[in-house]
């Protein structure tokens, strides 16, 4: 019977049968979080969470998590985060076999080295940690016009001042 709840499997992503969820007169949020936390018992799983948890602010706020929060769009992401522990991976999409892939929270994943470079900007390094969400707006103050509406990220003022 379980078989027949899961839909697919898109990394990150689990997806649920809706309808064979519906078709059993169960409630889909409590599926959700029950697959969720038999996912966490798994050998290579490190978290699993419902996306139903994540909207409602239910799921513990850990590194792991913001990292899968920042990843996660309420409308268009999967039922079920699954974060594989590190260093472990699904390599096969499509019959294709991959090493690397993104939407791992894991440092060795998500690192991403930025350079800047243009007239005013100093040489210098930035020791403290960055996010990619940080680029954008530190482009926008750079050339200084407004920030991209939805903007998260914070300015690097060590590339502006």
Known sequence: MAEELVDQFFQP???????????RGLDF???SRRVAEELRDFAGIAYAVSSDDLR????????????????FNEDRSGDIYVVFEPHWFVADFDGKAVTGSHG?????????????????????RIARRVETVDVAPTI??????????GTRGRVMTEVTD
């Open 56 to 71: 409602a602010g239910a799921a513990a706020r850990t590194p792991v998590t913001e990292a899968v929060l920042a990843n």
């Open 140 to 149: 926008a103050a750079y050339l200084g016009v407004r920030q991209p509406s």
């Open 104 to 124: 791992s929270p894991w440092t060795y994943d998500s690192h991403v080295p930025v350079i800047w470079m243009g007239p005013g900007i100093e040489p210098g």
């Open 29 to 31: 949020s409590m599926v």
């Open 13 to 23: 992503y689990l997806y649920l049968n809706r309808e064979a969820i519906a078709a």
